[in-house]
C-alpha cells in the first residue's frame, strides 16, 4: 500500500495474487480486500471508521429507514440493516458497477433482506455523468470530481438528487448518512428544501475539503446552508452530525 502511483500497487497486487477474503467482526461477515485501505483496516481491527460507527450505533433504531449515500462495499449498509430490523428499511446508494458483487456479497453473508441497492450518483441534478475510478487500494476516493493528477478510467452512472431518492425511501424524516468525495456541495445544496423541511432526521457528513478547495468551492457553504435550514453539528458526536434542536439523543442515552 506504499507504493506509488497506487495503480502501480493495485498491478502489484494482482502479481501477488492477493484475492478477496471473507472475514467475521463484531459488526458481521465481509467479503474483503486485505491490500486496500478498508479491507486492511477490517480485518486488522475488526472496525472500519470507529467514528461513523459509533455514530450510526447512537442514532439509528429500529423501524428507522436509514439513506447510506456512498455505500462502497456496503460495511455501514450492513451495521443500519440490523440496527433498523425488520421494521426497518435501508437505501444503499452507490454507483460503481465493479462494486455490485461486493455490495450483494456483503448483504447476502449477513442475511440483509431489508436493504433496497440504487446505482447511482446523487448530485443537484437529474441525468448522467462519469464517475472517476481510483485503483482498487481506495475504491472509496471515486467519485464524480477526478481526484488525482493522473488520469483514471470513467464510468457512466445515473445521477439523482435527494429528492428523486427520498421519494424511494419508505418511512418519514430517514438518518443519513453522506460521503460522495466533495459532491455533498451539490447534493445538499439541491436538496435545500428537503432540509428546510426538516425531512432529514439527522445527517452523518464527511466534508471533504481538500477536494472543495481543488474544485474552488467555498468549504464553508455547505455548513452555512445546513444552519440556516435549522442544524446545527453535534459536537458530541465528534462533528460528523448534523441535526435539528432536540433531535439528537443525549450523552449517555441511547
Not at 458481521?28 to 491490500?35: E, L, N, T
Not at 485501505?37 to 428507522?64: C, K, Q, W
Not at 449515500?69 to 451495521?79: K, L, P, R
Not at 475539503?209 to 467555498?218: E, P, S, T, V
Amino acid at each position: 500500500m506504499r507504493v506509488r502511483p497506487a495503480p502501480l500497487a493495485s498491478l502489484g497486487k494482482r502479481l501477488l495474487r492477493i484475492r478477496r477474503c471473507e472475514i467475521t467482526t463484531k459488526e458481521g461477515k465481509f467479503w474483503v480486500d486485505p491490500a486496500s485501505y478498508s479491507g486492511l483496516e477490517l480485518a486488522g481491527t475488526g472496525v472500519y471508521d470507529p467514528a461513523t460507527l459509533a455514530v450510526i450505533h447512537r442514532l439509528v433504531r429500529p423501524g428507522d429507514t436509514f439513506i447510506d449515500i456512498g455505500a462502497n462495499e456496503g460495511y455501514f449498509t450492513v451495521v443500519a440493516s440490523r440496527l433498523v430490523g425488520p421494521s426497518g428499511h435501508v437505501l444503499a446508494v452507490e454507483p460503481q458497477l465493479r462494486l455490485e458483487a461486493v455490495l450483494a456479497r456483503n448483504l447476502a453473508l449477513n442475511q440483509c433482506a431489508n436493504v433496497t441497492v440504487i446505482q447511482a450518483a446523487i448530485s443537484d441534478h437529474s441525468g448522467t455523468s462519469a464517475i472517476h475510478l481510483t485503483p482498487d487500494m481506495n475504491n472509496a476516493a471515486s467519485g464524480l470530481a477526478a481526484p488525482t493528477r493522473y488520469r483514471l478510467p470513467t464510468q457512466p452512472t445515473v445521477l439523482m438528487t435527494l429528492a428523486d431518492l427520498l421519494a424511494r425511501a419508505p418511512g418519514s424524516a430517514p438518518v443519513m448518512k453522506m460521503d460522495i468525495e466533495s459532491f455533498e456541495h451539490e447534493a445538499i445544496h439541491g436538496g435545500e428544501a428537503l432540509f428546510r423541511a426538516g425531512a432529514v432526521r439527522a445527517l452523518i457528513l464527511e466534508l471533504h475539503y481538500g477536494m472543495l478547495r481543488k474544485r474552488k468551492l467555498d468549504v464553508e457553504a455547505v455548513p452555512r446552508l445546513l444552519r440556516a435550514c435549522g442544524y446545527g453539528q453535534a459536537a458530541l458526536c465528534n462533528g460528523l452530525v448534523w441535526a435539528k434542536p432536540g433531535i439528537l439523543p443525549q450523552e449517555g442515552s441511547r
